[in-house]
């Protein structure tokens, strides 16, 4: 069944909806959103492509992240996604947004207005095979530094989100909390 995701102009606003793999195809702007997964112990659950993902297959990347459907509005999207991909139920803030556009080697486009949410989760996870083929929980100073020793092995949209400023200041934050609960 042929999914219809939202499709944004310049300054996110919306324009209509359009198939998914379409919207891919003629690198069509539209909004995205990606979520990050914080445990009380500071550490960001990052999650493995599954090797059957139509772009960027086997390569790390945040909790969670997907599209915003026809009928639906964002935060109920974060919810379906983190329920469909993880098997989490977890309050989620959007903290920002960015936008980026990259072409892939299969010659698909990701062309987005990114939402950037952050929620806290210390129960159980039950990824959804079809989606994720690993999960991992890893305090940010490792995640930092794998990133920049090995930027192949994560998506270039996560690459992009942890180097903006505003998640700068959330990973200082999440370490001061962190630090303080030692």
């Given at each position: ?33 990606s979520?990050l ?9 990052l ?7 139509y ?54 486009i ?8 952050i ?64």
């Open positions: 069944m042929a999914e219809y995701i939202l499709t944004v102009d310049e300054k996110d606003r919306e324009t209509g909806y359009m198939e998914k793999l379409e919207v891919h195809k003629k690198g069509v702007l539209h909004r995205a959103f979520v997964i914080f445990n009380s112990k500071g550490e960001v659950l999650q493995k492509r599954a090797e059957i993902k772009h960027s297959p086997g390569l790390w990347t945040n909790s969670c992240c997907s599209h915003q459907r026809e009928g639906e509005n964002l935060n109920d999207a974060v919810s379906r996604r983190l329920k469909e991909e993880l098997g989490v139920v977890c309050e989620c803030k959007e903290v920002f947004k960015f936008k980026y556009r990259v072409e892939f080697d299969n010659g698909l990701e062309h987005e207005i990114d939402h950037v949410f929620g806290q989760y210390d129960g159980n996870i039950s990824p959804n095979q079809d989606e994720i083929e690993e999960i991992r929980w890893v305090p940010l100073d490792k995640l930092n530094k794998e990133m920049s020793k090995n930027t192949e092995d994560f998506t270039y949209w996560f690459q992009i989100l942890m180097k903006q400023p505003e998640m700068q200041l959330i990973v200082q934050q999440v370490q001061r909390i962190n630090n303080g609960s030692k």
